[in-house]
Each structure stands twice: as structure tokens, then as C-alpha cells.
């Protein structure tokens, strides 16, 4: 049963003004970056201070312009044919990074490699994208409910691979909270939705995540969702 005291600390949490959050867009379609821009600079905190259409573009503003966040289409790719995510990631290591993936499996997978901190597809919502520029503005990685999915999907699909992919996954004693939280992200939850769950802070959900991470010796939360499929914390 929900106290006074769980109801107010809730209220308080969901309802927190969120600091201002600059958001650079690149994608190699202009009407796409308009629109996103356009939807971007109406979120809550957030604004939206240049765009890009090429690599060379968002390599040179962003050494005049930082921001804390860049928004990059996944297909996008600098003038050498390096994907400009990485490049950014490299000059500019403090930028978070936030991918645009296209639905395709593949481009999912290569997309991945280049250690972004947010991943979500161009067919997602726009709450979906919201959470992605909060989440890694933090320091936490950020999967959409729909990259999760379909990830999920193609290690169950490939029986040999995953089994020993989940062989190799570290044993370790959760705690009871670690547990719920590590269920809960393998179901898809996000970190606001966990918090709303669990009557804790958002901020103190990533802190559990970074913590559930280094304990098992995972990089992502697909490592997470690993653990929670070959400990069976997925119905739970």
C-alpha cells in the first residue's frame, strides 16, 4: 500500500524541472533534421542548437559549437567513410552520443560497435527520444524498448550462439532490489518507468544499472538482458 510519504516523494520525483540540455541533430536528410528539430525544441529542457546534414559539417560546427548531446542518424557518414558517431565520440569524448538506427537487423548490430550511449530507432516515439537525451546526459546508456526487442529476439533465435553466450555470463549474488531492477530492464522497462515502479529516483535506477554492470562484468544493458534470460528473471 502506497504511504503519504511514497505518494509525495513520487510526486516530487516525476515532477522535477530537469536542467537545460543543449542537443546538437545530424542526419543526412534535411527535412528529417527539421522535423526532428522541431519536435526536439518543444521537449521540457531541452534545445536544439545546430544541425548537420554531412560528416564534415558536424566535425566542423562542433569544434566552435560543442553541446552535451548529438543526435546522429545511423547511416550517417563522414567525408573519409568512417561513421561519424565514432569520430565525434573520439574528438569530442565528453559529447553523448544518441543513434538513429533504421529497422534492420544488420545495421543494428554494426551500429552497435561504436559504443554510442543511446541507441533507438527512427521509428520510435517521441517520449522514446526524450528519455534517450535524458538518460545518456547522465552518464547512462540508453536502448530503446524496440532495439531491446529485437535483440532479444535474434539471441533466442540463435539457440547455439546464445547458449554459449549465456554460458559465459558471470555468476553473483544480487540483491533483492538488484534483482527487480535487472528483471525489469529485461522486460523492457526504462528507467523512468522502473523509478515509477519501484518509488526511487530515476538517478538512483542508473546508479543500481552502472553498479549491476561492473558487478557483472557487462558493458551494456544488453549484458543485462543476457544475465536476466539465463537466470530466468524475465517473467518474473
Do not use: W
Not at 126 to 138: C, F, H
Amino acid at each position: 500500500m502506497e504511504t503519504v510519504f511514497n505518494v509525495f516523494i513520487h510526486h516530487f520525483l516525476i515532477n522535477e524541472q530537469p536542467m537545460q540540455v543543449t542537443v546538437f541533430i545530424a542526419d543526412e536528410q534535411r527535412m528529417f533534421v527539421e522535423s526532428l528539430s522541431e519536435v526536439i525544441n518543444r521537449m521540457n529542457g531541452l534545445e536544439v542548437t545546430d544541425t548537420a546534414c554531412s560528416g564534415r559539417e558536424v566535425l566542423e560546427k562542433m569544434t566552435y559549437k560543442p553541446c552535451d548531446v548529438v543526435v546522429v542518424g545511423g547511416r550517417l557518414a563522414s567525408t573519409d567513410g568512417l561513421p561519424v558517431a565514432g569520430l565525434i565520440r573520439q574528438r569530442f569524448p565528453r559529447m553523448k552520443v544518441v543513434l538513429l538506427i533504421d529497422r534492420e537487423a544488420a545495421l543494428i548490430k554494426k551500429v552497435l560497435k561504436m559504443e554510442a550511449l543511446g541507441y533507438l530507432l527512427k521509428t520510435d516515439g517521441k517520449e522514446d527520444l526524450y528519455e534517450a537525451i535524458r538518460t545518456v546526459t547522465a552518464g547512462t546508456t540508453y536502448f530503446s524498448q524496440s532495439i531491446t526487442d529485437t535483440l532479444a529476439r535474434q539471441y533466442m533465435e540463435k539457440s547455439h550462439e546464445t547458449k554459449k553466450e549465456m554460458a559465459a555470463v558471470p555468476a553473483a549474488t544480487l540483491t533483492e532490489r538488484e534483482t527487480e531492477i535487472v528483471s525489469l530492464v529485461a522486460q523492457e522497462y526504462s528507467s523512468i518507468a522502473i523509478a515509477e515502479k519501484l518509488f526511487i529516483s530515476p538517478k538512483t535506477v542508473n546508479t543500481h544499472r552502472r553498479n549491476l554492470m561492473k558487478k557483472l562484468k557487462v558493458k551494456n544493458a544488453l549484458g543485462l538482458i543476457r544475465y536476466a534470460i539465463s537466470h530466468g528473471l524475465i517473467n518474473q
